[in-house]
C-alpha cells in the first residue's frame, strides 16, 4: 500500500473542511479527486503532503506515519499546489537549480524535467516573463524533479491551452506508470483520460470512491454521477 489515511478530520474554526475521510491508494494507480469547489481537496492534498496540520486521523505513506516520519515521507513526495506558487524573481533554472539541490539531485535530472515538462525554450526566462501555462510546467517540474513516488498535482491543467493540456497529460500517464499519482480537477475529460479511480467528496466526506467504470455503469458518465451526487 502506498498511502493509507484512516478517519482524518480538518476544521477550519468552526467550518469542518475533511470529515472523517479514509481511502487506501495502491502503488502505480492514478487517482482523480472530484468534487464541487470547497469540497475539500486541496485540504485532502496538503494534509497528505503535510503541509497542514490535521485535527484527528492517522496518514500513513509506505507503512510510515507522516507526522512520525515527516522528513522521509515527505521527501518522497511531490507536490504541485493550486495557484501554483513559484518565486517570480527567479530564472526558471535557478529555481529549478535551487528544488534540485534541497532534494540532493543531480544536474543531469534538471535538463532531464526541463525536457520532459517541455520547458527548453523559456528555460533562461525570469519565471515572472513566462506565461501561465509555461509557469504551471515549472511546478509541474519542480513537483517530480526529485523522481517522487507520490505525485500529488492539485489542478495540474489549469491555465494550459488545448496542446499543452495533451502534452502534460502525457507526461502525468507516463509518470503513473511506476508512481502514484492523485491529481484534483474540474474537468470530467481529464479524469477519463488519466485516472483508474476516482474519488468524490462532497462538504468534507468521501460519497464515493470507485474505478471510473463503476460510475459510468451506473450513471453513464461521470458528468451525471458528479450532478446526481452533489446537486443540493
Ligand atoms: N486556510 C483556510 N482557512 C479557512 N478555511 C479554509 C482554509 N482552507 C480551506 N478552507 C475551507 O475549507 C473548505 C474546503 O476547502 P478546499 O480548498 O479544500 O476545497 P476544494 O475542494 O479544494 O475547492 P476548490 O475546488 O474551490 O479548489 C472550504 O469551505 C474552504 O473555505
Known amino acids: 500500500m502506498s498511502l493509507q489515511i484512516n478517519s482524518l478530520t480538518k476544521k477550519f474554526g468552526t467550518q469542518t473542511a475533511l470529515n472523517n475521510v479514509s481511502l487506501k491508494i495502491g502503488k502505480s494507480e492514478i487517482v482523480g479527486l472530484l468534487g464541487p469547489n470547497g469540497a475539500g ?4 492534498m496538503k494534509s497528505i503532503v ?4 490535521i485535527d484527528e486521523g492517522e496518514i500513513f505513506f509506505e ?3 507522516i507526522s512520525q516520519h515527516s522528513l522521509e515521507t515527505k521527501s518522497k513526495m511531490g507536490f504541485l ?9 527567479m530564472y526558471v533554472k535557478e529555481y529549478l537549480t535551487f528544488v534540485a539541490e534541497i532534494h540532493g539531485v543531480s544536474k543531469a535530472r ?3 524535467v526541463i525536457e520532459l515538462v517541455g520547458i527548453t525554450p523559456e528555460k533562461t526566462k525570469k519565471i515572472s516573463q513566462l506565461s501561465k501555462g509555461y509557469r504551471q510546467r515549472v511546478g509541474l517540474a519542480q513537483a517530480i524533479l526529485h523522481s517522487p513516488e507520490l505525485l500529488i498535482l492539485d489542478e495540474p491543467t ?3 491551452d488545448p496542446n499543452q493540456i495533451v502534452e502534460i497529460r502525457n507526461v502525468i500517464k507516463e509518470i503513473g506508470r511506476e508512481k502514484t499519482v492523485i491529481l484534483s480537477t474540474h474537468v470530467m475529460q481529464e479524469v477519463e483520460a488519466l485516472c483508474s479511480r476516482v474519488i468524490l467528496l462532497h462538504k468534507g466526506n468521501i460519497i464515493q470512491d470507485s ?3 463503476e460510475f459510468k455503469d451506473k450513471f453513464g458518465s461521470l458528468e451525471e454521477a458528479f450532478a446526481d451526487y452533489t446537486t443540493e
Open 41 to 44: 481537496k486541496s485540504t485532502l
Open 50 to 53: 503535510g503541509a497542514l496540520k
Open 63 to 65: 507503512g510510515k506515519n
Open 81 to 89: 499546489p493550486e495557484n501554483n506558487p513559484l518565486y517570480a524573481e
Open 110 to 112: 534538471i535538463e532531464e
Open 158 to 160: 489549469n491555465g494550459l
Open 211 to 213: 474505478p471510473i467504470a
